[in-house]
Antibody, heavy 118, light 107 residues
């Protein structure tokens, strides 16, 4: 079965760029969408965006000016870049597979905490 | 954006109880609603899609209902493994949005 694992720095300085990678194992990335969702400590979930295996993307308008999601199918990976981060971007970041016919996410990675602090 | 509002925010219940969580959308989302279960320190798990369709492997004590703007998640007989936080999510339109969560606690 498909499994996802996030990786990347756990600490990012304000105004810098947050970069995370999600590695997909146990299945092909073809014909699926691959997304990012975040959860600030003690708060609810926020959808960040997703990328289709063809490379097309869709972002949350609230983050669109700062977000880039990219794909490397040769490595079975997709990545998130979030620029000009502030403390409000501190969150657990999850990668997840979006189902082909609907905007549902299943499965999810275990999540990685990224703290924005100097 | 479509706002999703869950109630209650916290629910205290006992093993064996029947519990219901409500999710309201700020505009009609037809049946494009999902429910997720999240345990502390873990990723959310998809339970129900299209308001009432159980994912494979989800116990039948879970059920979902509703359409339009009002939805419910019901657990017919609470088991110890069910104490967690539950989130609804609309996928009718972008951006996808989630409810703020309902924490189900042991009484």
């Amino acid at each position: 079965q498909v499994q996802l694992q996030e990786s990347g720095p756990g600490l990012v300085k304000p105004s810098e760029t947050l970069s995370l990678t999600c590695t997909v194992s146990g299945g092909s990335m073809s014909s699926y969408y691959w997304g990012w969702i975040r959860q600030p400590p003690g708060k609810g979930l926020e959808w960040i965006g997703y990328i289709y295996y063809s490379g097309s993307t869709n972002y949350n308008p609230s983050l669109q000016s700062r977000v880039t999601i990219s794909l490397d199918t040769s490595k079975n990976q997709f990545s998130l870049k979030l620029t000009s981060v502030t403390a409000a971007d501190t969150a657990v970041y999850y990668c997840a597979r979006r189902l082909p016919v609907a905007g549902l996410f299943d499965p999810w990675g275990q999540g990685t905490l990224v703290t924005v602090s100097s | 954006d479509i706002q999703m509002t869950q109630s209650p925010s916290t629910l205290s219940a006992s093993v064996g109880d029947r519990v219901t969580i409500t999710c309201r959308a700020s505009q009609s989302i037809s049946s494009w609603l999902a429910w997720y279960q999240q345990k502390p320190g873990k990723a959310p798990k998809l339970l129900i899609q299209k308001a009432s369709n159980l994912q494979s492997g989800v116990p039948s004590r879970f059920s979902g209902s509703g359409s339009g703007t009002e939805f419910t998640l019901t657990i017919s007989s609470l088991q110890p493994d069910d104490f967690a936080t539950y989130y609804c999510q609309q996928y009718k339109s972008y951006p996808y949005t989630f409810g703020q969560g309902t924490k189900l606690e042991i009484k």
